[in-house]
């Protein structure tokens, strides 16, 4: 039995902040765009990973949340407290240099972890963390 990863969701508060970054500073692709009950949904990938999507999602996605747990969502979202994705990259030095020169908010220039990887880190416009890794040669 084969299980693999379909799609990740990432909390966002204005998608026409989030999709330009994703789209044009990290180089996925628009895979589909739905709009239900005032809510929008986002699906984008990596052209090298067809199977994976990447859905970016209002920060609570019910029309049923109680106004308390819509701020208490968007608190946490506005902290940057709430899980965004690692992605993998063949140059973490290449891909840090390139999304900090379209104006990426730096969080971690690249290191070398002591956990294996060569590592930095981004906030996305939403406050999202967003890493990127690079399996160190041994």
């Keep these: 039995m084969d299980i693999n990863l379909s799609q990740c969701f990432i909390a966002v508060d204005d998608h026409e902040t989030a999709v330009p970054f994703y789209r044009d500073v990290l180089g996925l692709e628009v895979r589909g765009d739905v709009g239900f009950e005032g809510m929008r949904w986002v699906t984008l990938g990596s052209p ?62 690249p290191i070398d972890q002591p956990y294996g990887v060569r590592d930095c880190a981004f906030r996305d416009p939403a406050g999202n963390m967003i890493r990127f890794h690079q399996p160190r040669k041994r």
């Design 48 to 109: 090298a990973q067809p199977d994976v999507d990447i859905v970016l999602e209002p920060p609570v996605a019910n029309q049923n949340a109680s106004s308390a747990d819509r701020e208490a969502m968007a608190e946490l979202l506005a902290k940057g407290l709430l899980r965004g994705v690692i992605f993998s990259t063949d140059d973490c030095d290449a891909t840090f240099e390139r999304i900090r020169a379209a104006g990426g908010d730096v969080l971690q220039e």
